[in-house]
């Protein structure tokens, strides 16, 4: 049996994650799963498996806090937070001197730049377009008849990436096609389109920076985009140890800090 | 248990109301009485010399926005887009040419008329834009009705005597052709009666949105949006004057009494650039639920005109002309905005980047930046439209507005 169990949960556009952590920080439990189309079987999903993990149960929850487009979702969340605070809350407590950070997510990209107390100064998301985050990726990838780690592992092959130039996810779709016909190497090409991404990124950073953070499911499962991320911006990448935790160990690290046990009014079993 | 925070709703509303519908019927009857003529006007006019001349003044932005705001805007752009109108050009003039050709209007259920007025002649001035040139020579081909206007210089940052005299030339050679075109020699006292009128609404207009400086404010941008219709559609008419008589007195009781437009108000934000016509509810009230007081913006200040001393009236209509924001460089601009946001105390600022709408738009080419740098206040850029709902997320804009808030919260630990 467990008590005072800090739980935080991301329900992101593509994946629904959950981290649970004692009152001294420690990671007791965590899951992630796709978030589909029913946001309340995907949360109700990731806290059972936790909490399993946890050996707690819902009523030993003293706080929530529940981050991500779905995060109103979340009924018994105390405190709804955006995925900014809590993807730089998470980054910050793996690496402390982080002060940038980028999450690329299902929906969209991040940048984020916090100041040394880790309060927010700067962010940026991309604009509507698709273009520079995993719903590109994944939408590529289907199309070429493969799921994103096969397209990853081509990827890792390349010797001289393809230019993709659109910025539309339709026509970088036609692009690639179009660069197959050439007979350009499916290895190039799927590289290309991890440059493309990165190229998106460094768009949406203002200034030279020396290191960044990295965050969120893509950064994840590809490696691919880290190799691409390194080469486009000038500063040192430092990948999160659970890059697609990032924003619910976030989530989780703002509840331990709301001193819930006094302030939580919410029944959560 | 919570209990629900409802906003104090302005009173003189009903009067505003009352003052649009008799506009608009007054519009329509004008436009099926053979000894009545209609003109069509920019917002940003010069409709005090349609005014001299005898015409009934229609507004066609007015009704773009009506457009958006009343949700049909996406449903009339595709037939201006279908007939050579580019989709990434103004979402006003694309979804009022769609609305023509559509034969869909908000003001049959909003004022239970078929449509706009019919035009006798269209009058534009491109201080705003050269888009509203390209929207009147589609009505004016559309209704075989003559099209004409003037070209004011742009991009100013001082504006120079040679400037004004260069517009009021301008706006005396539209007078002689207008003259040339009618045969009526235009009312010189009706003029300069127009140009007074103007002048006080104008300047009545800019005294309630000063009342925004108080704390808390009585009034914020999304109200203003609602009653700055009187400023445009009957400026030079003593309706004007008196309707925002009302609304000042009403706004000095708010102030003195304390009653908040945001009741909770936590942060003041400057909004640059137009408003989201068809989500201004949604945004309204969650910027309600958030504490958030937009209590400056551009929009509602582009009518706020210097006051006119008499003498030439057209010399105060080249200089409302050539000095409105819109018309000045990014120097102005930048120095102007940073000043709003001194005397209105703001905490925070949010630039709308209207894809479809770059010249009301502040935020394409460093400003934004600058300014946060310069005034040390957190600075939001946002992505949407002023009516075309395809380009604006609703998801990552509120995402976007509550990471805000979740900022300005941060600066105050």
């Known amino acids: 049996m467990r008590e005072n169990l800090f739980i935080g949960i991301d329900v992101g556009s593509s994946a629904t994650k959950c981290v649970i952590l004692d009152n001294t920080g420690t990671w007791l439990g965590h899951h992630v799963v796709s978030s589909g189309v029913n946001y309340a079987d995907a949360i109700d999903t990731v806290v059972s498996h936790a909490l399993l993990q946890a050996e707690g149960s819902k009523k030993d929850i003293a706080y929530c806090v529940s981050t991500g487009y779905g995060r109103k979702h979340v009924t018994f969340s105390d405190r709804f937070v955006t995925e900014i605070t809590a993807h730089a809350r998470g980054a910050r407590e793996w690496n402390p001197s982080v002060r940038n950070i980028i999450d690329i997510g299902g929906q969209d990209t991040k940048y984020i730049r916090i100041d040394d107390n880790g309060q927010l100064i700067d962010y940026r998301m991309n604009a509507k377009c698709a273009a520079g985050t995993g719903t590109f990726l994944e939408s590529i990838a289907v199309k070429l008849g493969m799921t994103l780690s096969e397209l990853d592992e081509l990827a890792l092959k390349s010797t001289a990436p393809t230019l993709v130039n659109s910025y539309c996810t339709v026509f970088a779709g036609t692009e690639v096609i179009e660069r197959i016909k050439e007979g350009q190497s499916p290895e190039d090409i799927a590289m290309g389109l991890f440059h493309s991404i990165a190229s998106r990124v460094k768009e949406m950073i203002p200034c030279s920076v020396e290191t960044v953070g990295v965050t969120g499911g893509v950064v994840e499962h590809c490696r691919a985009l880290v190799i691409a991320l390194e080469e486009a911006l000038s500063g040192a990448i430092i990948e999160a140890p659970m890059p697609q935790h990032a924003g619910a160990y976030g989530a989780a690290l703002l509840a331990l800090e709301s001193n819930p046990i006094f302030e939580s009014k919410v029944d959560h079993a | ?413």
């Open chain 2, 1 to 413: 248990m919570t209990i629900a925070v409802k906003r104090v709703p302005i009173k003189a509303r009903k009067r505003l109301q009352t003052l649009m519908h008799d506009y608009f019927l007054n519009l329509d009857a004008a436009a099926t009485d053979s000894n009545r003529n209609v003109a069509w006007c920019t917002s940003v006019g010069p409709c005090e010399i349609l005014t001299a001349f005898g015409y009934e003044v229609y507004f066609p932005e007015n009704h773009g926005a009506m457009l958006g705001a009343r949700k049909i805007s996406h449903e009339c752009i595709p037939a201006a887009v279908a007939i050579g109108y580019s989709a990434e050009s103004c979402s006003y003039m694309t979804s009022d040419i769609g609305s023509a050709l559509s034969g869909v209007s908000p003001l049959t259920e909003a004022f239970g008329i078929s449509g706009p007025p019919k035009p006798d002649l269209l009058c534009y001035n491109t201080n705003q834009c050269r888009e509203v040139q390209d929207w009147w020579n589609f009505f004016g081909r559309r209704h075989n009705a003559p099209v004409m206007g003037i070209g004011p210089p742009t991009h100013l940052d001082l504006v120079t005597e040679a400037h004004t005299d260069f517009v009021r030339n301008e706006l005396s050679q539209l007078i002689t052709r207008i003259e040339s075109q009618t045969g009526t020699k235009m009312d010189w006292a009706k003029l300069e009666e127009a140009v007074d009128k103007s002048s006080k609404a104008s300047s009545l207009w800019r005294k309630v949105l000063d009342t925004a400086q108080s704390h808390p404010s009585p009034i914020t941008f999304f109200d203003g949006l609602i009653h700055m219709a009187p400023v445009i559609l009957m400026r030079g008419s003593q309706h004007a004057i008196d309707y925002y008589t009302l609304l000042l007195a009403e706004m000095n009781e708010r102030t003195n009494a304390k009653e908040a437009a945001v009741t909770n108000e936590r942060f003041r934000i400057y909004w640059d650039g137009m408003p989201v016509w068809p989500k201004v509810r949604e945004m309204s009230e969650k910027f309600f639920d958030l504490g958030l007081c937009v209590a400056a913006s551009t929009y509602c200040n582009s009518w706020a005109f210097e006051e006119y001393t008499g003498g030439d009236p057209l010399a105060w209509m080249a200089k409302t002309s050539t000095k409105i924001f819109i018309n000045r460089d990014e120097t102005f601009k930048q120095k102007f905005l940073l000043d709003m946001c001194k005397q209105f105390d703001i905490d925070g600022m949010i630039f709308h980047n209207a894809r479809t709408c770059p010249n009301n738009t502040n935020s394409r080419f460093g400003m934004a930046q600058r300014l946060r740098d310069e005034s040390g206040l957190p600075v939001l850029v946002f992505d949407g439209d002023l009516s075309d709902v395809r380009f604006f997320s609703t998801a990552q804009t509120m995402t976007n507005i509550e990471t805000f808030v979740e900022q300005l919260e941060g600066r105050c630990r």
